[in-house]
């Protein structure tokens, strides 16, 4: 059942996979290159005093990089299943509907997982090759809570597009709004490394609503 | 009964984040100007004074510990020191005081400010630790940032900024200097002025695993170690490192159990500070130095403390005074009894975020009887038995507005 | 034997309006029935119900002797679903579709697919969203006649198919109820294809009256009759005898499940002097059309 689940799935992400890793390798290159070129016309010390002492991100652009991915990977698996009324296809599969939304949503949250851990690689690597460790670890620590927002606009994307109800589509939004705006409230680094536990423990909160769409697909009157 | 439980994951989620954002949403709307209490030690008239903010618009009153009003002119007379400025374009200096003169340079050349707030200390914000050891010694007018930096693991290590490599040579003499001097890796504290706006550099204040605490400095490319006689068991907290001209005080050195000491020039000789109701992590914390006397005053949002003393930082008077700004409540009466709870993410005695649940009391009493009342008068125009929807109704007796909403917009299944 | 479906006391509302009222009806296995009745009167409701994908207002339904509403993945393995619309996964292409349903069902008969399938002669990795209508319901059929339910569920079938595959179908359809055991639930536009096919028929009418009965037994209790116009056409009406008429300047026709001597008798009771009545023979269609009107 959840292999023809997950044949599915990768049926429907596999073309948008291609474009958010390309999307989110284009980021990390410019990344790359943009230090590169910081660091050809200022002097390193500078640099340096800059990112320790001042607080400067020098990696902010891969800032909102895991939620578009989220939000594009939610798309491409959830609207070809609801447009048209398309839903009862995979109400009639003989198999639970709940369960069916539930390890759809975990098969995208683990390709969003991973384009984040190749983010977070990345990033590591990318630092480390101009500032020391320190700097690589503190970036890496930094961007987690944005990181962290990508299976939040994963799993609202998922939400509203399924959801048939326009009310709650808007409770979705603002909840999953409201919820991503967290993880961007400091432009200081490491802020989060006390909290961040908290976050994503209330992100696992909104996994469980997965499994209303099927049900509430049924009580809308179509 | 799987949608049932995650119906209640999505409310309980909607009220978190609600708590988070209404009571700011609330602020923004709603707040007004309060300003904090000014304290000084005046020494002409020998009495504490200070200076608040009431009431609407700019209304301050400039007052003595004895309840005197004074205008502000004469209120900044009181602070030569201080306004000593203001005094010059009064033509009220040279000052008379005490039998002592002085003029305007020598007023300029004595004052100095010791500030720790608690956002300062070094384990209540984060701070990479990689730092520039400066040349001391530059041979030049101004500082300048070394092509290498520095950070403490088992060795002293150096790394040049260009190659992002150690570098060996001056990773091994530094770490030799230091072992020589007694120092036992890994380090506990890094403490030092990063900045190359200074009119000299003393280096670091390095504490050891064992707690003893080293200066370290770069003199003409060489190390400088000195094992200070600060004693090892004293728990260094933190050490914020001043460079002034003066040169009588390194700077400030904070203890796990909230005492502060300065760090004398005379042999790293500690001055203990007598404070009295001194919390780091809460108050900010200010010395303020004249010719005559040092004041330490010291707040947070309710309270503000001073201790005047003389030139040997022996007490003389201590003041405490509740602020006008504490006085008020600082949230009114709607604010509570419509927010039982709120989220707390900001903090401003901390470089870290928080995500804190923070009661507002027993005034939320009156929100939830409304909100309940509101829930009835709604469940019941939607039809839904009460005793069969308790679960809704207990949430909101717990969360008040925000469950009334989370309840009301997020309806249960048929 | 056991019902393949059991529809009780079925209401269904939209907001005030009334769709059914106390609408019953049973399908029993190993039989084809035929579900007519004009646009709008509730026939893809009722196959919405009855897939769980709409909870009725109140009522009762049970498919293959479970709450329609609840349906079992073990119970949605033996029920092929045909969509009105014929809705099916776009992204996927000839084969991916039938690969991903072959790890669905068990006793799938990939070679029944490819059969329907290659008669497009398209390539196998050919997308469904870029084909037309009548391709698409193909690809559809062919995925239903793979999984080998007992009971089959078709929304308007022959939406976009031609004529010479509409008779293929049918022959293809007719093959499958051999043996007994299986049941189909057909719904169409295309009422002459029902003719051969259906072995019972259920008229579904606004409101949810409806009539069930078996196909031979419709076409012979349901005739129509013919006379000339002779100026008391004004006179008929609808009646208990009189189901339908339709009045030309020329002729009048009436449709009626009595016998021609009993609407003879009727007629002349209400005034209408016939003395003979011309019996017509129908089709499937022409009764219906008799039996609904035309628009």
Redesign the interface.
């Known amino acids: 059942m959840l292999a023809s689940i997950l044949y599915k799935e990768w049926l429907k992400i596999r073309p948008y996979l291609a474009i958010v890793f390309l999307f989110n390798a284009a980021v990390l290159v410019y990344l790359f290159i943009d230090l590169r070129h910081l660091f050809a016309i200022e002097h390193a010390e500078m640099i340096w005093y800059w990112a320790f002492q001042i607080g400067t991100l020098h990696y902010a652009h891969i800032k909102y990089l895991l939620p578009i991915t989220g939000v594009i990977i939610g798309a491409a698996q959830f609207v070809p299943e609801m447009i048209g009324h398309r839903f009862r296809l995979s109400l009639h599969l003989p198999v639970r509907s709940d369960a069916l939304v539930l390890w759809s949503g975990l098969i995208g949250l683990l390709a969003v997982g991973i384009i984040g851990v190749l983010d977070a690689l990345s990033l590591y690597a990318i630092i480390g090759i101009f500032f020391p460790s320190e700097a690589a670890e503190s970036a890496l620590l930094t961007a987690l809570p944005w990181l962290f927002a990508g299976p939040v606009t994963y799993l609202g994307t998922a939400l509203v597009t399924m959801e048939p109800r326009l009310v709650r589509k808007l409770v979705y939004i603002a909840v999953s709004g409201g919820f991503l705006w967290l993880f961007y409230q400091s432009n200081d680094y490491e802020s989060y490394n006390r909290v961040l536990w908290k976050l994503a423990l209330l992100a696992l909160l909104s996994v469980p609503s997965l499994i209303l769409p099927a049900y509430r697909y049924r009580n809308a009157s179509s | 009964m799987?949608?049932k439980?995650?119906?209640y994951?999505?409310i309980?989620?909607?009220i978190?984040?609600?708590s988070?954002?209404l009571p700011r949403l609330y602020h923004k709307v709603f707040d007004e100007k309060t300003g904090k209490t000014q304290l000084f030690f005046s020494p002409v008239i020998k009495k504490f004074v200070f200076r608040e903010m009431v009431g609407e618009g700019h209304q301050f009153i400039t007052r003595d510990e004895t309840g005197k009003d004074y205008d502000r002119q004469t209120f900044e007379t009181l602070m030569p020191f201080i306004y000593y400025k203001n005094m010059d374009l009064w033509g009220k200096l040279p000052l008379h005081i005490d039998g002592h003169v002085f003029d305007k340079e020598t007023m300029k050349k004595n004052r100095q400010v010791f500030e720790l707030k608690p956002h300062m200390i070094a384990d209540r914000s984060?701070?990479?630790?990689?730092?520039?050891l400066l040349e001391s010694q530059p041979g030049r007018t101004g500082l300048r940032?070394?092509?290498?930096?520095f950070?403490m693991t088992d060795r002293m290590e150096f790394?040049n900024?260009?190659t992002?490599t150690v570098d060996k040579r001056l990773t091994e003499q530094f770490t030799g200097a230091l072992r020589e001097a007694g120092f036992v890796f890994p380090a506990r504290l890094v403490a030092g002025r990063?900045?190359i706006l200074k009119p000299f550099d003393e280096g670091f204040f390095v504490v050891d695993a064992n707690g003893g605490v080293y200066h370290v400095k770069r003199a003409k490319g060489q190390p400088v170690v000195i094992k200070t006689p600060i004693p090892s068991d004293l728990t260094v907290r933190n050490i914020k490192v001043t460079e002034n001209k003066k040169r009588e005080i390194y700077g400030t050195l904070l203890t796990k159990d909230g005492e502060l000491y300065l760090i004398s020039y005379d042999n790293y000789h500690l001055i203990k500070l007598p404070l009295e109701n001194y919390d780091p992590d809460t108050m900010d914390f200010k010395l303020l130095v004249n010719p005559l006397y040092r004041t330490a005053v010291y707040s947070d949002d309710h309270t503000i403390y001073a201790v005047a003393m003389d030139t040997r930082y022996r007490p003389i008077a201590r003041y405490r005074h509740v602020m006008f700004s504490g006085r008020r409540i600082p949230a009114g009466t709607v604010y509570k009894a419509l927010f039982p709870f709120y989220i707390k993410?900001?903090d401003k005695t901390s470089?870290?975020?928080?995500?804190d649940v923070i009661r507002n009391g027993p005034s939320a009493l009156i929100g939830i009887a409304f909100s309940l009342v509101f829930a009835i008068v709604v469940m019941n125009a939607r039809k839904l038995g009460l005793r069969k929807h308790w679960a809704d109704l207990a949430i909101i007796m717990f969360t008040g507005l925000y469950g009334l909403i989370a309840v009301t917009?997020?309806e249960p299944?048929? | 034997m056991e019902n393949a479906i059991e529809v009780v006391n079925l209401t269904h509302r939209y907001g005030k309006q009334i769709v059914y009222e106390d609408l019953s009806f049973t399908v029993k296995q190993g039989r084809i029935f035929g579900l007519l009745g004009k646009n709008g009167v509730g026939k893809t409701t009722l196959i919405k119900i009855l897939m769980g994908f709409l909870r009725p207002t109140s009522g009762r339904c049970r498919v293959l002797g479970e709450n329609s509403y609840n349906l079992s993945p073990a119970a949605r393995t033996k029920i092929g679903l045909l969509f009105e619309g014929h809705l099916a996964y776009e992204f996927m292409t000839i084969a991916q579709i039938e690969k991903f349903y072959s790890m669905q069902y068990p006793g799938w008969k990939r070679d029944m697919y490819y059969r329907l399938v290659d008669k497009l002669d398209l390539p196998h990795n050919h997308k469904i969203k870029n084909m037309s209508c009548g391709q698409r319901s193909q690809v559809v059929l062919g995925l239903i006649f793979a999984q080998n339910p007992e009971l089959m569920i078709l929304d308007d079938y022959s939406m976009g198919l031609d004529a010479g595959y509409r008779r293929l179908f049918l022959d293809y359809l007719i093959d499958y109820v051999k043996g007994g055991a299986r049941t189909v639930f057909v719904t169409s536009h295309i009422i002459q294809d029902l003719e051969k096919l259906v072995d019972d028929v259920i008229f579904l009418d606004r409101g949810g009256d409806i009539l069930q009965t078996s196909l031979s037994e419709f076409m012979s209790a349901f005739k129509q009759f013919r006379f000339k116009n002779n100026g008391f056409g004004d006179r008929v009406h609808k009646d208990h005898i009189i189901k339908n008429f339709d009045i030309t300047k020329s002729t009048v026709s009436l449709y009626s499940f009595e016998p021609e001597e009993a609407v003879l008798r009727h007629l002349n009771k209400n005034g209408i002097e016939v003395t003979a009545l011309e019996q017509v023979p129908m089709s499937l269609e022409d009764a219906f059309i008799g039996l609904t009107g035309k628009y």
């Open positions: 799987l949608p439980l995650s119906r994951t999505l309980l989620l909607a978190v984040i609600m988070v954002y984060p701070r990479i630790q990689v730092f520039p940032f070394p092509e290498d930096a950070r790394i900024v260009d992002n990063v900045s993410t900001t470089g870290y975020l928080r995500f917009i997020i299944e048929p």
